[in-house]
């Protein structure tokens, strides 16, 4: 199948409506819409544009890798972490994924007068576990106060720099046509958790977040396996959003197979009963990389051996042709494109 | 997980493959054209492009996706109707998360509710009716969307209410039913249907005998299957071999959770607490006598159209839109002149590009990438 | 249309309502049986199967229907081996 790169039509990109909608802040089309017409326009230049988790800010010594990211989770505690813990993992992912040491952090938080002051203590302990496990302190902050109604309980902003090792060059432009993609543990437990956790589906499970830092997974994978080409930690938008971002920067063909992805029993079960594709499901605790093929099958056996990475796997395989699109090998053998998610995965009944 | 997984198995479903070529050998084909096997429903429609079912089966079969899709054929006005209940002040409007995008004239609920309107998910029209005695101050009015399946559900819901006195509890009623429909379809001298794969999960509810009249008039084949792949690729053997042996009739593939008589409690509450409405509009297919239905009188508390005197919008869907056409199968999406220019999937035109299981939406995300057709593998 | 998956009744949790606990691979939910069993035979239904759709009962599975599909499919199965076999062995 050799239909090439001259068939694909170019992608909608165009801001759509004049209010921001929900499914501008989901990780999706319409959010990637919304940054290039508002904030690339504006704000464009070559460390900006590539979007990646880290940006590269050359220092007269090395590189810094710099990065920053907004918590607003609802419930603020749920099963497997809390807002606190939540805002040092999805920074310190966003550096470890780049492939950098996180160095420092900072926290600021906006806080709706009334919340309690137990809560916000059981936050900052929570935060500060996480910056210990993740060998990384928080060395600078902010705290602001609204009026009631003018936030939801509380909202935090991190941002964290890292320094980058010499020489390694991770990223999307280094994928080659053949190598393995693999998943660094089970998808979807962080979306269906806070789904079931936010209550008004009336859902119970064991099921908890898999919110935790992936420094030690990705530092690991970055010394050790020089095959490495790309990581990236599939939050909002899950796996799919990163295989499709993946996809189109490499200009590959991406194929995944659905027999092989690692899924808990009840994510299937949260999957199933609302109707959700568990490759749109938020993660915290997962990354998914790129690999030489020949590397693939060892570092899945070490990221096994390593907590958080207990159900890792490989997923699929990277192909030249067609570019720019993410192919699911559905069970039975039959074929389907897996598109940008666009906007949040509604629960459905048909 | 049990009574799924034993469904979708690959070896048998292999095997299915092999007796469908097989089948298909004795099945006399149509004249310049593949043999159109139409699932009426939305939910075998979703079945076929997550398993990639299109692509499992010889190129001769081709899957005509119907009209059991309740987002698909949910008329503009009535998307129009939701956003005026629920822009009223003082109401939460509750709904199925399929509903939310549905675009009207003016927008979707998506857009309602970041312009300030409370619309809410639930899971359950049980749940909605929970929200109503939680915050008895509120008017929480749920929009009841859906065929057969979902209408005992809606039904007992407010047998419910009533039971506990609710009174802030009111739904808008979109619940259609599907053999008036079917019966249109079939009436159309052109459609070219060649036979059927049945709504299982209707079936459930109103048992199989409705479906008589398909073979009877029509001398189509109709067989009820699950939603499982192992399921529908069986259908498809069931409905191949009928017209091999040159017969047709209604069979039930579905067994394990269809009963032929279907589910009698549902049905006496659904009679209880509603009745036909002489007319029901449909996005796509137009205007169909007595395919929906409404609350019956003893039960107008209920009825948010009368609880707030809501006047039926009614938009004409564009002219160039030929979903009708699609759905009877005379017509491939490429073939309609808006398709791909003056609707896509981000800004619809017609029913069937709505949805993301819309036959013409489907379509699209294949013209994307260069591969027009369906049927043809991604990579050989 | 219609999205319903199979599920396992754990209890029943009001009997008024007709609610009942089910699972579905590892998930629970309070679901309304109404329209499966009657006010009498509620307990009847601890262990058995049910279609679940929004929130509702709507179907209990029959496990022998459920068997007996298989095994057709099972048997579509066997019959296409022998077939397999005998066109070997006729090549051979």
Same mark, same amino acid.
């Given at each position: 199948?050799?239909?090439?790169?001259?068939?694909?039509?170019?992608?909608?990109?165009? +801001?759509?409506?004049?209010?921001?909608?929900?499914?501008?802040?989901?990780?999706?089309?319409? /959010?990637?819409?919304?940054?290039?017409?508002?904030?690339?326009?504006?704000?464009?230049?070559?460390?900006?544009?590539?979007?990646?988790?880290?940006?590269?800010?050359?220092?007269? !010594?090395?590189?810094?890798?710099?990065?920053?990211?907004?918590?607003?989770?609802?419930?603020?505690?749920?099963?497997?972490?809390? %807002?606190?813990?939540?805002?040092?993992?999805?920074?310190?992912?966003?550096?470890?994924?780049?492939?950098?040491?996180?160095?420092?952090?900072?926290?600021?938080?906006?806080?709706?007068?009334?919340?309690?002051?137990?809560?916000?203590?059981?936050?900052?302990?929570?935060?500060?576990?996480?910056?210990?496990?993740?060998?990384?302190?928080?060395?600078?902050?902010?705290?602001?106060?609204?009026?009631?109604?003018?936030?939801?309980?509380?909202?935090?902003?991190?941002? !964290?720099?890292?320094?980058?090792?010499?020489?390694?060059?991770?990223?999307?432009?280094?994928?080659?046509?053949?190598?393995? %993609?693999?998943?660094?543990?089970?998808?979807?437990?962080?979306?269906?958790? %806070? /789904?079931?956790?936010? &209550?008004?589906?009336?859902?119970?499970?064991? +099921?908890?977040?898999?919110?935790?830092?992936?420094?030690?997974?990705?530092?690991?994978?970055?010394?050790?396996?020089?095959?490495?080409?790309? /990581?990236?930690?599939?939050?909002?938008?899950?796996?799919?959003?990163?295989?499709?971002?993946?996809?189109?920067?490499?200009?590959?063909?991406?194929?995944?197979?659905?027999?092989?992805?690692?899924?808990?029993?009840?994510?299937?079960?949260?999957?199933?009963?609302?109707?959700?594709?568990? +490759?749109?499901?938020?993660?915290?605790?997962?990354?998914?990389?790129?690999?030489?093929?020949?590397?693939?099958?060892?570092?899945?056996?070490?990221?096994?051996?390593?907590?958080?990475?207990?159900?890792?796997?490989?997923?699929?395989?990277?192909?030249?042709?067609?570019?720019?699109?993410?192919? /699911?090998?559905?069970?039975?053998?039959?074929?389907?494109?897996?598109?940008?998610?666009? &906007?949040?995965?509604?629960?459905?009944?048909? | 997980?049990?009574?799924?997984?034993?469904?979708?198995?690959?070896?048998?479903?292999?095997?299915?493959?092999?007796?469908?070529?097989?089948?298909?050998?004795?099945?006399?084909?149509?004249?310049?054209?593949?043999?159109?096997?139409?699932?009426?429903?939305?939910?075998?429609?979703?079945?076929?492009?997550?398993?990639?079912?299109?692509?499992?089966?010889?190129?001769?079969?081709?899957?005509?996706?119907?009209?059991? @899709?309740?987002?698909?054929?949910?008329?503009?006005?009535?998307?129009?109707?939701?956003?005026?209940?629920?822009?009223?002040?003082?109401?939460?409007?509750?709904?199925?998360?399929?509903?939310?995008?549905?675009?009207?004239?003016?927008?979707?609920?998506?857009?309602?509710?970041?312009?300030?309107?409370?619309?809410?998910?639930?899971?359950?029209?049980?749940?909605?009716?929970?929200?109503?005695?939680?915050?008895?101050?509120?008017?929480?009015?749920?929009?009841?969307?859906?065929?057969?399946?979902?209408?005992?559900?809606?039904?007992?819901?407010?047998?419910?209410?009533?039971?506990?006195?609710?009174?802030?509890?009111?739904?808008?009623?979109?619940?259609?039913?599907?053999?008036?429909?079917?019966?249109?379809?079939?009436?159309?001298?052109?459609?070219?249907?060649?036979?059927?794969?049945?709504?299982?999960?209707?079936?459930?509810?109103?048992?199989?005998?409705?479906?008589?009249?398909?073979?009877?008039?029509?001398?189509?084949?109709?067989?009820?299957?699950?939603?499982?792949?192992?399921?529908?690729?069986?259908?498809?053997?069931?409905?191949?071999?009928?017209?091999?042996?040159?017969?047709?009739?209604?069979?039930?593939?579905?067994?394990?959770?269809?009963?032929?008589?279907?589910?009698?409690?549902?049905?006496?509450?659904?009679?209880?607490?509603?009745?036909?409405?002489?007319?029901?509009?449909?996005?796509?297919?137009?205007?169909?006598?007595?395919?929906?239905?409404?609350?019956?009188?003893?039960?107008?508390?209920?009825?948010?159209?009368?609880?707030?005197?809501?006047?039926?919008?009614?938009?004409?869907?564009?002219?160039?839109?030929? @979903?009708?056409?699609?759905?009877?199968?005379?017509?491939?999406?490429?073939? @309609?002149?808006?398709?791909?220019?003056?609707?896509?999937?981000?800004?619809?035109?017609?029913?069937?590009?709505?949805?993301?299981?819309?036959?013409?939406?489907?379509?699209?995300?294949?013209?994307?990438?260069?591969?027009?057709?369906?049927?043809?593998?991604?990579?050989? | 249309?219609?999205?319903?998956?199979?599920?396992?009744?754990?209890?029943?949790?009001?009997?008024?309502?007709?609610?009942?606990?089910?699972?579905?691979?590892?998930?629970?939910?309070?679901?309304?049986?109404?329209?499966?069993?009657?006010?009498?035979?509620?307990?009847?239904?601890?262990?058995?199967?049910?279609?679940?759709?929004?929130?509702?009962?709507?179907?209990?599975?029959?496990?022998?229907?459920?068997?007996?599909?298989?095994?057709?499919?099972?048997?579509?199965?066997?019959?296409?081996?022998?077939?397999?076999?005998?066109?070997?062995?006729?090549?051979?």
């Amino acid at each position: 199948m050799s239909k090439g790169a001259d068939t694909i039509k170019p992608r909608e990109t165009k +801001l759509q409506g004049d209010r921001v909608t929900m499914a501008h802040g989901a990780g999706g089309q319409s /959010m990637q819409d919304l940054i290039d017409d508002v904030f690339l326009s504006a704000f464009g230049n070559d460390s900006l544009s590539s979007l990646s988790d880290s940006a590269r800010v050359e220092t007269g !010594g090395g590189s810094i890798a710099f990065t920053s990211d907004s918590f607003v989770i609802d419930p603020i505690f749920f099963p497997g972490g809390d %807002i606190g813990k939540l805002a040092v993992c999805g920074t310190v992912n966003d550096l470890a994924v780049s492939g950098a040491q996180p160095l420092a952090l900072s926290f600021s938080v906006i806080i709706e007068e009334g919340f309690l002051v137990s809560d916000l203590r059981q936050i900052a302990v929570s935060a500060r576990v996480a910056a210990d496990l993740a060998g990384i302190k928080i060395v600078t902050g902010d705290t602001k106060v609204v009026s009631r109604g003018d936030a939801d309980g509380i909202f935090i902003n991190t941002a !964290g720099i890292g320094l980058f090792s010499d020489g390694l060059g991770l990223g999307p432009t280094n994928i080659q046509a053949g190598d393995a %993609i693999v998943v660094s543990n089970g998808m979807g437990e962080h979306g269906a958790a %806070i /789904m079931v956790a936010r &209550g008004d589906l009336g859902l119970e499970t064991d +099921l908890i977040s898999d919110c935790r830092p992936l420094g030690n997974l990705c530092g690991y994978l970055t010394k050790n396996y020089p095959g490495l080409r790309a /990581m990236r930690d599939a939050t909002r938008g899950g796996v799919a959003a990163v295989l499709n971002e993946f996809a189109v920067a490499s200009s590959k063909a991406f194929f995944i197979d659905e027999a092989s992805l690692p899924l808990k029993p009840e994510v299937r079960g949260v999957s199933e009963l609302l109707g959700l594709d568990p +490759l749109y499901l938020a993660n915290e605790g997962l990354f998914v990389a790129v690999i030489d093929p020949a590397q693939a099958d060892a570092v899945v056996a070490d990221l096994r051996k390593i907590p958080g990475g207990e159900s890792a796997a490989i997923i699929g395989t990277v192909r030249s042709d067609p570019p720019g699109i993410l192919v /699911m090998n559905a069970l039975l053998g039959g074929q389907r494109l897996v598109e940008m998610p666009d &906007g949040e995965q509604l629960p459905r009944i048909c | 997980m049990k009574f799924a997984d034993e469904f979708r198995d690959p070896q048998k479903a292999s095997v299915l493959i092999a007796n469908i070529e097989d089948a298909l050998k004795r099945v006399p084909m149509p004249e310049g054209r593949p043999l159109h096997i139409m699932e009426v429903c939305g939910g075998h429609t979703h079945s076929i492009f997550r398993y990639g079912l299109q692509k499992m089966v010889p190129r001769e079969i081709e899957f005509v996706h119907g009209p059991g @899709c309740p987002v698909c054929v949910l008329p503009m006005g009535r998307v129009d109707d939701c956003i005026t209940i629920a822009k009223i002040e003082g109401v939460i409007f509750t709904t199925f998360g399929d509903a939310m995008r549905v675009p009207g004239s003016k927008g979707s609920l998506l857009q309602a509710k970041s312009e300030g309107a409370d619309v809410r998910l639930v899971y359950s029209p049980l749940d909605a009716l929970a929200l109503a005695e939680k915050l008895p101050d509120r008017e929480v009015v749920f929009f009841a969307l859906g065929f057969e399946t979902t209408m005992p559900s809606t039904a007992i819901t407010i047998l419910e209410a009533k039971r506990r006195r609710v009174t802030n509890f009111s739904i808008i009623c979109q619940h259609i039913t599907i053999i008036p429909t079917l019966k249109a379809l079939l009436d159309d001298p052109d459609a070219m249907i060649d036979g059927f794969v049945g709504p299982g999960h209707v079936s459930m509810v109103i048992g199989n005998r409705g479906y008589d009249f398909i073979p009877r008039d029509h001398g189509k084949p109709f067989v009820v299957s699950g939603f499982e792949p192992l399921d529908m690729l069986q259908s498809v053997l069931m409905v191949l071999t009928q017209m091999a042996e040159g017969r047709a009739t209604v069979e039930n593939q579905y067994a394990r959770i269809v009963p032929e008589e279907g589910n009698g409690e549902a049905r006496r509450a659904m009679a209880e607490v509603y009745e036909d409405r002489k007319t029901t509009e449909w996005r796509g297919l137009g205007i169909i006598d007595a395919s929906g239905v409404k609350l019956r009188s003893a039960y107008r508390a209920y009825d948010a159209e009368l609880k707030f005197n809501l006047q039926q919008a009614h938009v004409p869907d564009p002219d160039i839109c030929q @979903c009708g056409d699609v759905v009877r199968g005379i017509i491939k999406p490429t073939d @309609c002149a808006a398709y791909g220019t003056m609707c896509t999937p981000k800004s619809p035109l017609g029913a069937l590009m709505v949805s993301s299981e819309g036959a013409c939406s489907a379509y699209y995300q294949y013209g994307a990438t260069g591969l027009n057709d369906p049927r043809e593998k991604i990579v050989s | 249309m219609c999205l319903g998956i199979p599920g396992v009744v754990l209890e029943i949790t009001d009997r008024e309502a007709f609610l009942a606990a089910v699972d579905v691979s590892g998930v629970r939910r309070k679901i309304n049986v109404a329209c499966v069993a009657a006010p009498e035979a509620l307990d009847d239904l601890i262990g058995k199967w049910v279609l679940v759709h929004v929130g509702f009962a709507m179907s209990i599975v029959d496990e022998a229907e459920a068997q007996k599909t298989l095994e057709v499919l099972e048997q579509m199965g066997e019959v296409q081996e022998e077939l397999m076999a005998m066109r070997n062995s006729a090549q051979a």
